[in-house]
């Protein structure tokens, strides 16, 4: 047994996650057991810089410098402030604060589109200007110094320096604590960006990784009497994982634009509730590239942030949609981005749509979700035991328990890398006498 905190904070800026956890793996089965989980905010003008810094705002170098001690510094906090009545933890997970990711470009001739057979994860040599680039703020170095406790962070560059996107990570933690013996599941994360990792059945076979040309075409019926079309193309039953878009991102800059910063987010979606989406223009949305584009693949505030927001809205006025449409159109596509993807990337159907993050808190867009699925119970990771509110905190203890004990983290069929990796930089303590 190992005491262990995770630390996270995502795309939404909100606040730091902090989990206390005690992790055990003794019958080979990991088991993980919440003691204690908190979200500590940010003081509101390191969110502003962040928020900024996340926008594309320039930085000098002091200034960076400045910024990524101002993180560390939030991050030891967390740490300590959660430990408070509880024995001291031997490890810290801190996946820091993304400031900027960059997926790798696909290399020529692997551009792949919804209908199409996705790149192998396996390709020919990788040149340095193909590589994703994801930064985390927040140097472990000074939490590790902070709570005199080994801390473990930069969790994405080994994955990144491997061919994948460094995102998603937490599937791989889903796949050991979420999977099912004889359920299909999917784990929908709503947080800023939306992110699914597809558990198939422990019960089931599996058939390799992408594009290894195993296919099994019977597989595609889906066993749920689903109004929804059946997946294409088939996929070989392993896990997979993706990023699906924006999660509540793009609600909360519209909430804030259109409260005039007096809120910053539509709390159980009751404003969104309060008007029509138009089905027409989340259509003409998702025939977007990042939508149609073939897994592996991730996302951020570069791509889904205020200059696309700025778009939506336009089109949206050219529609007359009020500021409640307009939410409920936006709420729509984050909805039916999941849907989509879905439909189009997965081998089949899940029998059960698992949620976690803050969005699975919207009852608006909770509802539409149902709604879209059909007869696919959307429960949340509550529900299976499962904490969602602090769930990656969690996985971010887990990965770096893995990473001291040797054990590669990502899931290649989720991060595109070529093959399994260490996640995470180590920052020991040195002990006198120790
Ligand atoms: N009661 C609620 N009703 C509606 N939305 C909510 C509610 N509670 C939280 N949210 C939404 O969830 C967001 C925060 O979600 P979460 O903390 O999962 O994001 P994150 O971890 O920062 O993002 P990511 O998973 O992309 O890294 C808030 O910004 C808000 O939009
Ligand atoms: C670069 C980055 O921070 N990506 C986040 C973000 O938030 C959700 C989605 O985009 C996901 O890919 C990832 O986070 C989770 C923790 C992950 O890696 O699984």
């Not at 206390?20 to 088991?31: H, K, P, Q, Y």
């Not at 320039?58 to 402030?81: C, G, K, P, R, T």
Request: aromatic share 6%.
């Amino acid at each position: 047994m190992a005491l262990v905190i995770g630390l996270m904070s995502g795309t939404s800026v909100d606040g730091i996650d902090a989990a206390l956890v005690d992790l055990s793996d003794a019958t080979g089965t990991l088991a993980v057991t919440l003691l204690a989980g908190a979200t500590y905010p940010y003081p509101t003008e390191l969110r502003a810089q962040i928020l900024a810094v996340c926008g594309g705002a320039s930085l000098s170098m002091a200034d960076l410098a400045d910024l990524d001690d101002a993180i560390a510094h939030q991050f030891a906090q967390a740490a300590i402030a959660i430990q408070t009545g509880h024995p001291t933890a031997v490890l810290i997970g801190s996946h820091g604060q993304t400031v900027y990711h960059r997926p790798p470009k696909p290399r020529r001739g692997e551009e792949s589109a919804v209908g199409e057979r996705a790149p192998t994860p396996y390709p020919s040599p990788l040149t340095p200007h193909s590589l994703g680039y994801s930064l985390q703020l927040g140097r472990g170095e000074a939490i590790a110094n902070a709570t005199g406790i080994t801390t473990i962070s930069n969790f994405r560059a080994a994955d990144i320096a491997a061919g994948g996107h460094g995102a998603p990570l937490v599937p791989a933690v889903d796949v050991a604590l979420l999977s099912h013996p004889t359920l299909n599941r999917c784990v929908q994360n709503i947080g800023g960006i939306g992110n699914v990792a597809y558990l198939p059945a422990r019960g089931q076979k599996a058939m390799g990784r992408w594009g290894d040309g195993m296919m099994e075409q019977e597989k595609l019926t889906t066993q749920n009497a689903s109004p929804l079309p059946t997946p294409y193309p088939p996929r070989p039953l392993s896990p997979l994982g993706w990023d699906t878009g924006p999660g509540n991102v793009l609600l909360d800059l519209a909430v804030q634009t259109f409260s005039n910063g007096t809120k910053t987010y539509d709390k159980d979606g009751n404003w969104a509730a309060s008007g029509t989406p138009c089905e027409a223009l989340v259509d003409r949305w998702l025939q977007q590239p990042f939508f149609q584009q073939q897994p592996p693949k991730s996302t951020g505030r570069e791509l889904f942030g205020a200059a696309y927001l700025h778009q939506c809205v336009a089109d949206a006025e050219a529609h007359s949609l009020t500021h409640a449409d307009i939410l409920a159109t936006l709420t729509a596509l984050t909805v039916d981005s999941i849907v989509h993807s879905y439909c189009h990337f997965l081998p089949q159907l899940p029998d059960q749509v698992l949620l976690c993050g803050g969005g699975s808190k919207n009852l608006y867009l909770k509802q539409r979700l149902q709604r879209q699925l059909g007869d696919i119970p959307v429960l949340t990771t509550d529900d299976v035991g499962l904490n969602a509110e602090f769930k990656e905190a969690i996985a971010f203890a887990v990965l770096a328990y893995w990473r001291q004990q040797g054990i590669p983290g990502n899931l290649p069929e989720a991060t595109g890398a070529q093959n399994p990796v260490l996640l995470g930089d180590i920052h020991s303590v040195y002990r006198r006498g120790a």
